[in-house]
């Protein structure tokens, strides 16, 4: 049963912490986007890879974030130094891209962080 | 505007109505995905369509590209199905880019 695999589910921890997320796409799949959700904002991209390229990281938040593939089975997001404002949702999701186009994504359940 | 407008922002039904949300969008596109989250729950994808009509048991999603519209129907409603439902497209030539409807929040009862 393909799935894309996040962890930790739950994170808590203190403001200046560095915070790692990370993400297993599913197998085969050559696309990866990490998301935030929050009640005020729903649903932002944050970060997008193509055959393990960035290609659009626009949403977020430079100085503080990160976002990695050091290879095609794991996507990593990164925060240092964590705030409380970073307390949110970051859900992964993986899809297969052909011609520009990307067919049916598929989620992880998600990442809660609350940042203290 | 915003690109992709979702109506109504929330929904109460009685258990066995039929229910209909509807999604427009303003961008041009080549699929539109409906999405689905639980309560504290994990987003699943219902639906990808680029035309005519989908079904998946209870499940009916409609799109027509020419009038940018799309809707999603549940037929006897059911408690469970009490959920967010988010219509997203994905933007005109940024790969796969996904633009978010603000999303519908359904409460079936009992």
């Known amino acids: 049963d393909a799935r894309v695999t996040q962890t930790p589910r739950h994170k808590v921890t203190e403001m200046g912490q560095e915070v790692t997320m990370r993400c297993q796409p599913i197998?085969?799949?050559?696309?990866v986007f990490w998301y935030r959700q929050t009640m005020m904002q729903g649903l932002e991209l944050l970060a997008y890879?193509?055959?393990?390229?960035?290609?659009?990281d626009s949403g977020m938040p430079k100085d503080r974030f990160s976002a990695e593939m050091p290879d095609a089975t794991l996507a990593t997001l990164k925060i240092q130094p964590s705030e409380p404002r970073d307390s949110a949702v970051y859900f992964c999701a993986s899809g297969l891209n052909r011609d520009s186009l990307t067919g049916e994504l598929f989620f992880g359940e998600g990442s809660r962080l609350t940042v203290l | 505007k915003n690109e992709v407008e979702q109506s109504p922002q929330n929904l109460t039904a009685q258990e066995g109505e039929f229910i209909t949300i509807n999604c427009s969008y303003s961008v041009g596109i080549s699929a539109l995905h409906w999405l689905q989250q639980h309560p504290g729950g994990g987003i699943v994808s219902l639906f990808m369509?680029?035309?005519g009509k989908k079904k998946h048991g209870r499940l009916i999603a409609t799109i027509n590209i020419q009038e940018k519209h799309s809707s999603l129907h549940i037929t006897a409603s059911h408690p469970r199905d009490s959920a967010v439902y988010i219509c997203a497209v994905p933007k005109y030539n940024q790969g796969g880019k996904l633009i978010f409807g603000q999303g519908t929040e359904l409460s079936v009862k009992p």
């Open positions: 890879f193509r055959n393990r390229a960035p290609l659009d």
């Open positions: 369509l680029s035309s």
């Open positions: 197998l085969g799949h050559n696309t």
